[in-house]
């Protein structure tokens, strides 16, 4: 059975850093790529970034480009998602999900909540 | 920056048919941007239907269906279950310099 769990959400300042992490289990974790999904409160989805399975390619969305940075340790079956220079507008559920294709498979989520 | 338009909301009766539609202010969407769907119920994690355009997953069911809709990635209901009113968000693909995903705003289905 395929599980994702995601950890590291909380209360942090406007501009603190947080690192989420997302242990993944029951599949072959370097053999897919993973991707980070956002949810702000009351609000739609939003595609945050994605690492390949190596962990060599990594993508980002524009709002969070230079200042969050996606990685993975393959013999930890974890990816990392570390956020620097918060914003309000970073408050989300923060969700990992397998493969950057067909994101099969999603965690349940973690609250990243950025006030003062 | 790119957008990815879905209409905001849609209501269905139980046992109709409903098209949910999903477009890309860069033209027209195709097989090139892998499109596929995700549904979200209250309180719940998302959960894959559709991907690439029309391939299901060994969970979605029958009456779920994906196509290209001038030039738009469409989820089609058939047969709608009142299990089926949720939001529904598409996902589409941009390659070139830099690659990303852009999710739909959504679509809140109401079974009524």
């Known amino acids: 059975e395929v599980q994702l769990l995601e950890s590291g959400g909380g209360l942090v300042q406007p501009g603190g850093s947080l690192r989420l992490s997302c242990a993944a289990s029951?599949?072959?974790?370097?053999?897919?790529?993973m991707t980070w999904v956002r949810q702000a409160p009351g609000k739609g989805l939003e595609w945050v970034s994605a690492?390949?399975?190596?962990?060599?390619?990594?993508y980002y969305a524009d709002s969070v480009r230079g200042r969050f940075t996606i990685a993975r340790d393959n013999s930890k079956n974890t990816v990392y998602l570390q956020m620097v220079s918060l914003r309000a507008e970073d408050t989300a559920v923060y969700y990992c999900?397998?493969?950057?294709?067909?994101?099969?498979?999603w965690g349940q989520g973690t609250l990243v909540t950025v006030s003062s | 920056q790119t957008v990815v338009t879905q209409e905001p909301s849609l209501t269905v009766s139980p046992g109709g048919t409903v098209t949910l539609t999903c477009a890309s202010s860069t033209g027209a969407v195709t097989s090139d941007n892998y499109p596929s769907w995700f549904q979200q119920k209250p309180g719940q994690a998302p959960r894959a239907l559709i991907y690439s355009i029309t391939n299901k997953h060994s969970w979605t069911p029958a009456r779920f269906s994906g196509s290209l809709l001038g030039g738009k990635t469409a989820l089609t209901l058939s047969g709608v279950q009142p299990e089926d009113e949720a939001d529904y968000y598409c996902?589409?693909?941009?390659?070139?310099?830099?690659?990303?995903?852009?999710f739909g705003g959504g679509t809140k289905l109401t079974v009524l």
């Open positions: 999900a397998k493969d950057q294709w067909l994101l099969e498979y």
């Open positions: 996902l589409v693909y941009y390659g070139g310099a830099q690659l990303s995903w852009v």
């Open positions: 690492i390949s399975a190596s962990g060599a390619s990594t």
């Open positions: 029951g599949f072959t974790f370097n053999n897919y790529a």
